[in-house]
T-cell receptor, first 111, second 117 residues
């Protein structure tokens, strides 16, 4: 069973839409949770970290549900520039240096 | 400040050949990581250096892969002999402290794209 499962999409939404991605993780020992953004043929870049129940940064909200072992990312008022692949990642306290990634969810925002 | 740099950005080699990928971490980052993404799969951890020491190499797929970080600065990842299934993008990353966490960010390079034919 994969450590992190993520719906690959693709999600195609118009500008201004609200879109949500979900990600589930299998290991209850997972301690920290992250969303990365990856543009085509570029490196993953940290978008948000989630250490407790949730985190909000402008149009982006990440939430964590430990009981159900999932994290979500909500993007409000989508912009064309939000088009990218969004990766969720977790790490465990025992192996801090190791991130477990999902396969990524592709988002395209159209005008 | 320069980010994580990787060389080559693209490489096409024949099955059975050897390829060496190089990573220069951000200056001052003791922690260096290698990850890879093969077609259709998720990004997977390969190994983690702290300075010149291998902290965790549990993700290395087999003994055809050799990572080194002599002197604790740049790192190389050698694949010998390369197989078709080794094709993918190899990401290097670095951070000051181990792991992604509060006050510590892992920065990724743009990756080295390897195609084995």
């Amino acid at each position: 069973r994969k450590e992190v499962e993520q719906d690959p999409g693709p999600f195609n939404v118009p500008e201004g839409a609200t879109v949500a991605f979900n990600c589930t993780y299998s290991n209850s020992a997972s301690q920290s949770f992250f969303w990365y953004r990856q543009d085509c043929r570029k490196e993953p870049k940290l978008l948000m970290s989630v250490y407790s129940s949730g985190n909000e940064d402008g149009r982006f909200t990440a939430q964590l549900n430990r009981a159900s072992q999932y994290i979500s990312l909500l993007i409000r008022d989508s912009k064309l520039s939000d088009s990218a692949t969004y990766l969720c990642a977790v790490n465990k306290g025992s192996t801090l240096g190791r991130l477990y990634f999902g396969r990524g969810t592709q988002l395209t925002v159209w005008p | 400040e320069a980010g994580v740099t990787q060389f080559p950005s693209h490489s096409v080699i024949e099955k059975g050949q050897t390829v060496t990928l190089r990573c220069d971490p951000i200056s001052g980052h003791d922690n260096l990581y290698w990850y890879r993404r093969v077609m259709g799969k998720e990004i997977k951890f390969l190994l983690h250096f702290v300075k010149e020491s291998k902290q965790d190499e549990s993700g290395m797929p087999n003994n055809r892969f050799l990572a080194e970080r002599t002197g604790g600065t740049y790192s190389t990842l050698k694949v010998q002999p390369a197989e078709l299934e080794d094709s993918g993008v190899y990401f290097c990353a670095s951070s000051q402290l181990p792991g992604q966490g509060i006050g510590n960010t892992i920065y990724f390079g743009e990756g080295s794209w390897l195609t084995v034919v």
